[in-house]
């Protein structure tokens, strides 16, 4: 059944992305202020939505590949669970952390570290699990990782201050 669930998901994603790259394209360039167009307030919301529609896009094209409407029943719902906890992370991040004092690549790092172990420990393997250590290890270093570039892309190419 994952299959329906794919591509109901996949169809979601590809209208959300497509709302968000009409939101963005209508958004002031700031054309007259003559500021770099790198940093023009709709570019990366459209870089998002234009990804979402792709990425969308090709989950349900895999979904259908596989098989979507050979499927009977209900949806499962175990990727409606998954998917409303990662809102409800996101949220968490956009109203608990994100400008409250800390910098920004520690306030994405905090996120993304908990997130990640979060996504990590639900989908490890019981048949050989990593052990809690080396699994806290390696999701705190994809984290910094991670917070670092996004800071840097951030502040370097598309010129916006951080919190």
């Known amino acids: 059944?994952?299959?329906?669930?794919?591509?109901?998901?996949?169809?979601?994603?590809?209208?959300?992305?497509?709302?968000v790259l009409a939101a963005s394209w209508r958004m002031d360039r700031l054309e007259s202020l003559h500021i770099n167009p790198w940093s023009a307030p709709g570019l990366m919301p459209g870089l998002l939505g234009a990804l979402m529609m792709l990425f969308g896009a090709a989950l349900g094209v895999r979904a259908l590949a596989q098989g979507a409407f050979r499927e009977r029943g209900a949806l499962p719902g175990v990727s409606a669970r998954r998917t409303g906890l990662a809102l409800v992370l996101c949220f968490a991040f956009a109203a608990g952390l994100l400008g409250h004092g800390w910098p920004f690549w520690l306030t994405a790092f905090a996120f993304l570290f908990i997130a990640i172990l979060v996504f990590r420990i639900l989908d490890r393997d019981a048949e050989s699990p990593a052990s809690p250590g080396r699994l806290t290890l390696s999701t705190a270093a994809i984290a910094f990782s991670a917070a670092v570039v996004i800071s840097l892309v951030f502040e370097r190419i598309f010129l916006v201050r951080l919190p």
């Not at 059944?1 to 996949?10: E, I, V």
Request: without cysteine; aromatic residues 16%.
């Open 1 to 19: 059944m994952a299959r329906r669930d794919d591509l109901g998901f996949g169809l979601g994603w590809l209208a959300f992305g497509a709302a």
